[in-house]
Nanobody
Framework: QVQLVESGGGLVQPGGSLRLSCAAS????????MGWFRQAPGKEREFVAI???????NYADSVKGRFTISRDNTKNTIYLQMNSLKPEDTAVYYC???????????????WGQGTQVTVSS
């Protein structure tokens, strides 16, 4: 089994910064794409950022230039550096990884439990 554990959420003032982390553990042969999604109250979960195994990244238009996604393959961990935070960034943030548990299995999507980010003065 594979577990994703997130950390780094909290309360921050507008214009502030936070760094989220998501570490994968368990049966892991390889990890392909890794990403972050978020869900605000009363809204559907939406894409935030993604990073592929080779390093290319992609971002939602709403966070381009403010958020940076990165990964540490040696630790099976991804990060989301969030700068210039706005009240509309308030949401529960979820990490998602496509993990191949063993050489005999295909990859499966796994989700973290979510971490709350609140941007408010």
């Amino acid at each position: 089994q594979v577990q994703l554990v997130e950390s780094g959420g909290g309360l921050v003032q507008p214009g502030g910064s936070l760094r989220l982390s998501c570490a994968a553990s368990g049966s892991i042969f390889s990890i392909y794409q890794m990403g972050w999604f978020r869900q605000a109250p009363g809204k559907e979960r939406e894409f935030v950022a993604i990073i592929l195994s080779g390093g290319p990244t992609n971002y939602a238009d709403s966070v381009k230039g403010r958020f940076t996604i990165s990964r540490d393959n040696t630790k099976n961990t991804i990060y989301l550096q969030m700068n210039s935070l706005k009240p509309e960034d308030t949401a529960v943030y979820y990490c998602k990884m496509d993990v191949r548990p063993s050489v005999k299995l295909t990859s499966y999507p796994y989700w973290g439990q979510g971490t709350q980010v609140t941007v408010s003065s």
